[in-house]
């Protein structure tokens, strides 16, 4: 579940620290411990405690999904796919059954990957380009223009919604608030991406960029038991508010499946072009 924007608000907290706990940037990894092997897609599991321990948090950033942790010789990267999330405890805390992987800092605390269903992923890499260079751009980089997102746009005939949840397409984006910028956007969720005009397609990319910046601005999105935190929920436009007038025009908020995905949008304010 969580996409950008909750990938960011973590990236930021683990920076300048909480009031629950300190930044862990500049810290040393005394220990790490692997509960769950899957969890590690590399190196073997048996390698991994020996080359991480003793090397230091030097930056931490993201590329789309990813948290990428740049460390003193390597790179650690961790997608939190559908369940994951990083905390930071006290040492001697008790361990969640859905830890799968601790990180022991000399700072006292520790850093946990836990994953309730078990489908995010670590690496440990000396290139973090092995595992990011497939990604397509940020949404958020300014560098990429209007004139660049159109031609990118329309060099597909895809359907708006699978082709912005395509993470080789756009670094980043997820069902919720791929909903809510095609909404914003007046654009329907199976219109062809290369039907798009230039007009459309900026106005796709400034909706894109707002809702992101709203959801980071409000730390995300907690619409379960996995991600905690933020209140963007409660902002929601379309997503999961099936039957539910639209704050544009009033009529109700209808629900497809698309690419196995609940779609939420409005058949008045997003008409589907012939």
């Known amino acids: 579940m969580p996409e950008l924007p909750e990938v960011e608000t973590i ?9 629950d706990y300190p930044s862990i940037l500049g810290t040393i990894i005394l220990r790490a411990v ?15 405690p020996s080359r991480v321990e003793g090397q230091a948090l030097q930056s931490i950033g993201r590329r789309g ?14 997608h939190l796919r559908m369940s994951g999330d990083i905390l930071i405890e006290s040492e001697d805390e008790s ?10 800092l000399d700072n006292g605390y520790r850093l946990a990957f836990n994953d309730p269903r078990k489908f995010g992923r670590v690496w440990l ?6 595992i990011l260079s497939a990604l397509g751009p940020e949404p958020l980089d300014e560098s990429l223009t209007s004139i660049e997102f159109h031609r990118r746009i329309t060099s597909h005939h895809r359907q708006l919604k699978p082709l912005l949840l395509d993470q080789s397409f756009f670094a980043g984006m997820g069902n919720i608030y791929t909903d809510e910028a095609l909404h914003l956007a007046l654009l329907h969720p199976l219109l062809k991406s290369d039907q ?18 709203e959801g980071i601005k409000r ?16 902002y929601f436009r379309v997503y999961q508010r099936t039957g539910k007038p639209c704050y544009r025009c009033g009529n109700p908020i209808v629900r497809i499946v698309s ?15 012939e």
């Not at 897609?41 to 991994?48: G, L, Q």
């Not at 999904?65 to 961790?78: A, E, G, P, Q």
């Not at 890499?125 to 092995?130: K, L, M, N, R």
């Open 34 to 48: 692997i509960l769950w092997d899957r969890s590690l897609a590399t190196p073997a599991v048996d390698k991994f």
């Open 125 to 130: 890499v000396a290139d973090a380009g092995e």
């Open 11 to 19: 990236r930021l907290n683990l920076i300048y620290g909480t009031k």
């Open 95 to 104: 361990i969640s059954v859905h830890h799968r992987m601790i990180l022991y």
């Open 196 to 213: 798009l005009t230039l007009e459309e397609s900026d106005r796709l990319l400034q909706s894109i960029r707002q809702v992101l910046n």
């Open 65 to 78: 999904k990813y948290l990428v942790l740049k460390l003193t010789r390597d790179f650690l990267l961790i």
């Open 259 to 273: 690419v196995q995905r609940g779609t939420h949008f409005c058949s008045h304010c997003q008409p589907l072009k």
């Open 219 to 234: 730390s995300g999105a907690s619409i379960d038991w996995v991600y905690r935190g933020g209140d963007f929920q409660n």
